[in-house]
C-alpha cells in the first residue's frame, strides 16, 4: 500500500510540474503547488502572475492602462528542466519545478535578472476582517494635519482571505536600484537597503524599481510592501494581494525603462508654462485682500512670479475641509481671481478629501460616500468622485481658480502627533506597522494605497470633461504607480528645517522621479521651522526670519529649488516672502531675488525639458546614474543631481555662514566638493572653468552661488532678459549657451503655455545643433504651426568669449566660429 501511494504521489506531482498551457504571447504552467502564467505584454516587457488559487485573476487597481493585448512574436523551446521563451529583444528562461525566471538579453544574451533559484515565489494566506465602528463614539480630534474625526472599532469580523506574498530576486554584483518613491531616510542606491512602502505624510510610495542593469519591475498591487535587499539576496514583500503580479520592463537605458513603465501606466500631460516660474504659498494668506496685496507687492518690487496659493482655513471656523470659502474674509471669489489674473498671476487652491461638522459631510454621509470610520471621502466610488467634482468645481474652478492643491491625500496618519520620546524620523519600522494597518482597516489592504490614485484620476478626468482650454495641475503629498497621467506634482510633505532633513531631500526626490514619475518639489525654507510639540515638529530655527541661520538655510533650500521641476516656497511658523528676508540691500533678500531670476531664466530650457517628457518619455530632475551609470562613482551620489542632461546641480547642505539663533561659524570654507562624472570635461556654469571629468573638484559655494556645471556637448537656451511672469519668455531676445568638445543637439519647443490644443497639434519645435568639427551653430526648420511666423533673436555666447547673433524666422540657419587662436 505504501508503495502504491508513492507511485500516485509522484505520478500526480510530475502531473502538476509538467503541465504547461500556451496562451498569447507566453504560456501558463503549474509548478510545486501554484498556478504561473508569463507573457509578453510588448517584447520588452513581460508580465508575470503567480497564485495559489485555481486561477490567475485581472485586478481592478487602475495602476496599469486597459489595453487590447496583441501580438507578439514569441519564439517557445524546451530544454532539460526549463521552458525558453524569446521575443526579439528579451529571453527567459523558466525552470519547471520552481518556477524560477531569469531574463535574457536576447541579443548578446547577457543576464539582467534572475529570480531565486530555490524559492522564487512565496505566498501565506491570510485573512480578511471587516472592521465595524462604533458611531457613538464619532468626535473630532485637532492634530498637526487639521480636525480629523476618528471612532473606536467596535468589532472585527473575519469576511474572507488573501494572500500574502513574497518575490526574492538575486541582483547583480554592481547594479544600482533606485525608485520605489520617495522617502524621507537619506538613500540615494537602495542596495543593501530595506524599505518600507506605505503612504504616509513623509513618504510617497511608487512601487517600481529602476536598475542600471537595464530593467526595471513594476508591482502590480495596491498593498503596502517591503523592499529588502540583504546579505542572503533582495525581495519584495506584498503585504495583501490575490496574487503575485508583476511587470518585467526591459530599458537600455534607465531612461528606457521610464518610457516602458509609461508605455504600461500612462504618458504625462504637458504641464502649464506658469508652472515653471516661481510659486508663492505660505501657510497661510488669511483673506482675499491678503492673497491681493502680497502679489501686488510682487509686482510693486518687480519680483517674478506666476502662482500664488491660499492653503487651508478659508472654511468657516469648525467646518474642516469644507469646501467654501467664509465670506467674511473671502466676500467675491470671482473678483479675487480677476484680481490675481489681472496681475498675470494664477491661484492654486487647497482642498481635502476629508470633512468635518459641515453641511458637505453631511450630504456625503447621507449618500453613504464616506469611508466607514472616517470623514474622508469614498474615493474608489465614481459617484463619490463626481459628488467631489460638484463640490470643488462649483466653489472654485467654476470661478476661474487655476490650480489644486490635494492635501493630505493619504488620506490617514496613524502617527501624525506626540508618540513619546523614542519615536522619531527614523521609526520607520513601527510608522510602516501603524499606518499599514490604519489604512487596511479604513481602505482594506489590498487597495490601502491607491487612494491617492483614485483622488488624482476624478479630479484630473473630471477637469478635462468640463474644459480644455486650461491644464490640469494638482499639488498632492501621496503618490502611486499611473498617477502621472493625471497632471500631478508631488511633493515630499511637512518636513523640518534642520540641514540633515534638507540633505535628505535630495536622494528622496531623485528616487522618486527614477520610478517614471517626474514633477516633484519641496516646501523651500521646510514647513516646520522651529521646535513643537511632537516628533515631526523639529525645526532648529525657533526665530524663524529673525534668526540669520535660517536665513541661511532658506537661500540654500531656494536655490535648490530653482532647478527641481517645480519651485515653490511654503511653510508655517515664519514668513517666507522675498522681503521678509531683509531690505533691498541684504545679501540674503539678494540671494533670494537673484533665485527667482534665474528661474525665469532657465524658462526656454526647462520648458522644453518639459515638452520632452511628454513627448518623449523624458525625466527633468535625473540621479548621475541615469547618464553615467558606467561610472561607478555615481552610483550613490546623494547630494547631486542633473537638470536635463545639460545642468549637474549640487546643492550646498551645510551651513557656512551661521548657526541657529545668528550665532557666526568662524573658519567655515565657502565651498563644496563636487564630483564631476568620467567621459565628459565639464564647464563651471559661472565662471567657464573647464574640468576634466572622474574627479572630484573643491568648487566655490558663497552664499549668493550654487555649483552648477556643464558637461561639454551642451546647449542651453535662456532669456536673455529679465521677465516678471512665464508668459512673456517668447519675446524679445534669447541666449543660447554653447559648450563645445563634442557634437549636441537640443530641442526647443514651444506652445500656448496652457490649455490641451497641444494634443491637437497647436505646437512647434526647432532644434539647435552644434557641430564640433564646423564650428557651427544651426537653428533647424521650425516643425509645427504654432509661432509659424515668430521671430528669435538668439545670442550665442561660448565659454571662451566668442559670440554671435541668429535673427530665427522659422527658416534653418547656420552661424559659424571661427576658431579661436591659441
Known amino acids: 500500500m505504501k508503495k502504491v501511494l508513492t507511485v500516485a504521489l509522484l505520478t500526480a506531482l510530475i502531473g502538476r510540474v509538467c503541465a504547461q498551457e500556451p496562451i498569447l504571447n507566453g504560456m501558463e504552467m503549474q509548478v510545486d503547488d501554484g498556478l504561473l502564467r508569463v507573457e509578453f505584454v510588448k517584447s520588452d516587457i513581460v508580465r508575470v502572475r503567480y497564485t495559489l488559487e485555481k486561477e490567475v485573476a485581472e485586478p481592478d487597481n487602475d495602476i496599469c492602462l486597459k489595453r487590447e493585448p496583441g501580438k507578439v512574436k514569441v519564439k517557445r523551446t524546451d530544454e532539460q528542466g526549463y521552458v525558453i521563451l524569446r521575443s526579439d529583444s528579451l529571453t527567459l528562461r523558466i525552470d519547471r519545478q520552481t518556477g524560477c525566471i531569469a531574463y ?55 469576511v474572507g482571505s488573501s494572500w500574502k506574498w513574497r ?36 513618504k510617497e510610495v511608487v512601487p517600481v524599481l529602476n536598475s542600471t542593469a537595464g530593467y526595471g519591475l513594476l508591482m502590480n498591487a495596491g498593498s503596502e510592501m ?32 521610464v518610457r516602458n513603465y509609461r508605455w504600461l ?81 494664477k491661484l492654486m487652491i487647497s482642498i481635502w478629501p476629508s470633512m468635518t461638522n459641515s453641511p458637505q459631510e453631511k450630504d456625503f454621509a447621507a449618500r453613504g460616500m464616506l469611508v466607514p470610520g472616517t470623514n474622508v471621502y469614498d474615493v474608489f466610488r465614481p459617484e463619490a468622485r463626481d459628488l467631489y467634482w460638484d463640490y470643488a468645481n462649483g466653489e472654485f474652478f467654476s470661478n476661474g481658480f487655476d490650480a489644486w ?15 513619546g520620546p523614542a519615536y522619531g524620523w527614523d521609526s520607520q519600522a513601527e510608522r510602516f506597522d501603524l499606518c499599514s494597518k490604519k489604512l487596511g482597516d479604513a481602505l482594506g489592504h489590498e487597495r490601502s494605497q491607491l487612494y491617492s490614485l483614485y483622488h488624482t484620476k476624478g479630479i484630473y478626468e473630471h477637469q478635462r470633461e468640463a474644459t480644455d482650454v486650461k491644464r490640469v495641475v494638482n499639488l498632492t503629498r501621496s503618490s502611486y504607480a499611473g498617477e502621472q497621467r493625471y497632471g500631478t506634482v508631488i511633493w515630499n510633505g511637512d518636513t523640518h528645517a534642520s540641514w540633515q ?56 533650500m531656494l536655490q535648490y529649488a530653482t532647478f527641481l521641476p517645480v519651485m515653490r516656497s511654503h511653510g508655517t511658523d515664519t514668513p517666507r516672502e522675498p522681503w521678509r528676508f531683509g531690505d533691498a540691500e541684504s545679501p540674503f533678500y539678494k540671494c533670494v531675488l537673484d533665485c527667482i531670476k534665474l528661474r525665469y531664466k532657465l524658462l526656454p530650457y526647462t520648458y522644453s525639458l518639459a515638452a520632452d517628457v511628454t513627448f518623449g518619455g523624458g525625466t527633468m530632475m535625473r540621479p548621475l546614474a541615469f547618464d553615467y551609470a558606467g561610472d561607478e562613482a ?62 572630484t573638484v573643491t568648487a566655490d559655494a558663497p552664499l549668493e552661488r550654487i555649483p552648477v556645471f556643464v558637461p561639454s556637448g551642451s546647449i542651453v537656451p535662456l532669456c536673455a ?102
Not at 492643491?405 to 508618540?419: K, T, V
Not at 563651471?684 to 574640468?691: A, G, L
Request: charged share 25%; hydrophobic share 35%; glycine share 10%.
Open 634 to 695: 555615481v552610483l550613490d551620489v546623494k547630494d547631486e543631481f542633473l537638470l536635463g542632461k545639460s545642468l549637474l546641480v549640487a546643492p550646498v547642505t551645510k551651513p557656512m555662514y551661521y548657526a541657529p539663533n545668528s550665532v557666526p561659524l568662524e573658519g567655515v570654507e565657502k565651498t563644496r566638493q563636487v564630483y564631476l562624472p568620467r567621459g565628459r570635461q565639464w564647464i563651471d556654469f559661472w565662471t567657464n572653468r573647464v574640468y576634466e571629468g572622474g574627479q
Open 167 to 202: 518575490l526574492a530576486l538575486t541582483f547583480k554584483k554592481k547594479e544600482a536600484l533606485y525608485g520605489l518613491g520617495g522617502h524621507m531616510e537619506d538613500y540615494m542606491n537602495l542596495r543593501g537597503k530595506r524599505m518600507y512602502l506605505c503612504q504616509h505624510n513623509l
Open 405 to 419: 492643491w490635494c492635501d493630505s491625500s493619504e488620506p490617514l496618519d496613524a502617527d501624525w502627533g506626540n508618540r
Open 104 to 158: 535574457y538579453e536576447t541579443a548578446g544574451g547577457e543576464l539582467l535578472l534572475q529570480e531565486d533559484e530555490a524559492a522564487p515565489h512565496r505566498g501565506e494566506r491570510i485573512y480578511v476582517e471587516n472592521v465595524t465602528y462604533d458611531e457613538s463614539t464619532r468626535r473630532t480630534v485637532k492634530t498637526a494635519d487639521g480636525d480629523k474625526e476618528v471612532t473606536d472599532v467596535l468589532k472585527r469580523d473575519t
Open 265 to 345: 501606466t500612462g504618458d504625462v500631460p504637458l504641464m502649464p508654462l506658469y508652472l515653471f516660474g516661481y510659486t508663492q504659498s505660505k501657510e497661510r494668506y488669511v483673506s482675499s485682500n491678503d492673497l491681493i496685496s502680497t502679489l501686488k507687492q510682487f509686482r510693486d518690487n518687480h519680483i517674478p512670479i506666476d502662482m500664488i496659493v491660499q492653503d487651508w482655513n478659508y472654511w468657516e471656523p469648525g467646518s474642516w475641509g469644507h469646501m467654501k470659502m467664509n465670506s467674511r474674509d473671502y466676500p467675491d471669489k470671482r473678483a479675487l481671481v480677476d484680481a490675481i489674473h489681472g496681475m498675470n498671476a
Open 721 to 822: 532678459r529679465e521677465i516678471e511672469y512665464a508668459a512673456l519668455y517668447a519675446d524679445g531676445d534669447w541666449e543660447v549657451r554653447v559648450f563645445p568638445g563634442r557634437d549636441a543637439t537640443f530641442t526647443v519647443y514651444q506652445d500656448a503655455g496652457d490649455g490641451y490644443a497641444y494634443e491637437q497639434g497647436e505646437r512647434s519645435s526647432f532644434q539647435l545643433i552644434w557641430n564640433e568639427r564646423k564650428q557651427t551653430l544651426t537653428a533647424g526648420e521650425r516643425q509645427g504651426v504654432y509661432f509659424k511666423d515668430r521671430v528669435l533673436r538668439l545670442n550665442v555666447v561660448l565659454p571662451d568669449g566668442r559670440s554671435g547673433v541668429l535673427t530665427y524666422d522659422g527658416r534653418k540657419q547656420t552661424l559659424k566660429f571661427p576658431r579661436k587662436k591659441g
Open 226 to 257: 517591503v523592499f529588502d535587499d540583504g546579505d542572503t539576496g533582495g525581495c519584495l514583500e506584498v503585504g495583501a494581494a490575490p496574487q503575485l503580479d508583476y511587470y518585467f520592463m526591459k530599458g537600455r537605458s534607465m531612461d528606457a525603462t
Open 501 to 556: 532633513s534638507f540633505a535628505q531631500m535630495i536622494p528622496a526626490g531623485l528616487n522618486f522621479v527614477s520610478t517614471g514619475c517626474p514633477y516633484w518639489t519641496v516646501d523651500a525654507g521646510a514647513f516646520f521651522v522651529r521646535k513643537g510639540w511632537a516628533w515631526f515638529y523639529n525645526g532648529d530655527f525657533d526665530k524663524g526670519v529673525a534668526d540669520l541661520g535660517y536665513r541661511e538655510f532658506y537661500v540654500r
